[in-house]
């Protein structure tokens, strides 16, 4: 059970959070209760999209920032976006079971999403103190700096959703995913 109340609804969060709740629900048919939960800060719910937004269209796949939401969920023992991204991965990106399950061991069976995974789990682990031979690898892999900007975002953006998870024990509503062991 959530640590502090979940709107319910949309009608029931904050009404600055409204209109950007009724966004979420217009674009992915229902509000997940990680969403209604942050609605709890009209702020945060709007960084929170807004980041989200920005990444989206940026040079990364789909499916590879399923990948990096995957590793760094498992990293961090976060059972709320292991769930909902093991769903979102497997029916919007079209990941197979080999290829989640790789993820969540912080890698890839493409090779070069692979490199991708792999950098973002050491940025998690080493809190972003990496060498210049793991730049070098995800270079050598193809990505661009711009790229290697994005997967250091989305390592931050899904380290923040992981915290906020725990940290309020956000009720989960997706097929529910355990970790295995967090960091």
């Known amino acids: 059970m959530s640590r502090i109340p979940t709107p319910a609804t949309v009608s029931d969060a904050p009404e600055k959070s409204r209109p950007l709740l009724e966004a979420v629900e217009k674009q992915l048919g229902v509000v997940p209760n ?3 939960l942050v609605a709890t800060s009209p702020q945060a719910l709007e960084g929170y999209l ?11 796949p789909a499916a590879t920032r399923e990948r990096i939401a995957l590793a760094v969920a498992e990293v961090n023992g976060c059972d709320y976006c292991l ?5 979102l991965g497997r029916n919007v990106a079209k990941l197979d079971d080999a290829e989640i399950t790789a993820n969540r061991g912080g890698a890839s069976n493409d090779p070069k999403a692979d490199a991708a995974v792999r950098f973002a789990v050491k940025v998690v682990r080493a809190r972003g103190h990496i060498s210049e031979a793991d730049l070098s690898a995800v270079r050598l892999a193809g990505y661009t700096d711009a790229q290697l900007i994005e997967i250091v975002q989305h390592v931050a953006l899904n380290t923040w959703t992981n915290y906020v998870n725990e940290v309020f024990k956000t009720d989960i509503d997706f097929p529910v995913v355990t970790a295995r062991n967090a960091a």
């Open 50 to 60: 807004g980041l989200s937004g920005a990444l989206a269209k940026g040079a990364l």
């Open 83 to 87: 769930s909902a991204h093991t769903y």
């Open 34 to 36: 990680l969403f209604r």
